[in-house]
């Protein structure tokens, strides 16, 4: 089991992914690890998703080929009160190529490229949960100690 750090509640995960097979592959990654995760599949349903259940992350699929990402993306951060607290990560196979700087101008808080691997994936919710203030998703050392693992 990975050692989780102490939280008042499941960590609340909202992912906008149109493809079932990174669906399957975040919904297996963030079930280990004890996250709650609503998944959308167009940029319409994640705003409302967004809107109805209080997330303390976005994960937001962009896709050079559709604009569905950048159109959930404008519309949670239109939502008041909560719309611009929220971080929102930047996932993709950033075929357009944009540095993690360029995401994060852009307004997102930090890029996780695909495919996922669920040692970045973790690192990555981290780092972004401390510098919101947040509680972090694991016990210090604990994905040190699951890296040197699976070495």
């Known amino acids: 089991m990975v050692p989780l750090a102490i939280r008042n509640r499941a960590l609340r995960v909202l992912s906008l992914e149109e493809d079932p097979l990174q669906r399957k592959l975040l919904s297996t990654c963030l079930d280990a690890v004890g996250v709650e995760v609503f998944f959308a599949t167009r940029a319409p349903e994640a705003i409302f998703l967004f809107r109805r259940h209080p997330v303390d992350m976005v994960f937001m699929d962009i896709d050079q080929h559709s604009q569905a990402g950048l159109a959930a993306f404008e519309g949670i951060r239109a939502t008041p009160r909560r719309g611009r607290g929220v971080p929102i990560l930047a996932v993709t196979d950033n075929e357009c190529r944009w540095t993690e700087q360029d995401y994060r101008d852009a307004g997102f ?15 990555t919710m981290d780092s972004v949960l401390r510098e919101t203030a947040q509680p972090p998703l694991l016990e210090d050392g604990a994905l040190r100690e699951m890296i040197s693992q699976v070495a």
């Open 109 to 123: 808080a930090a890029l996780c490229s695909k495919p996922v691997e669920p040692m970045r994936l973790f690192l």
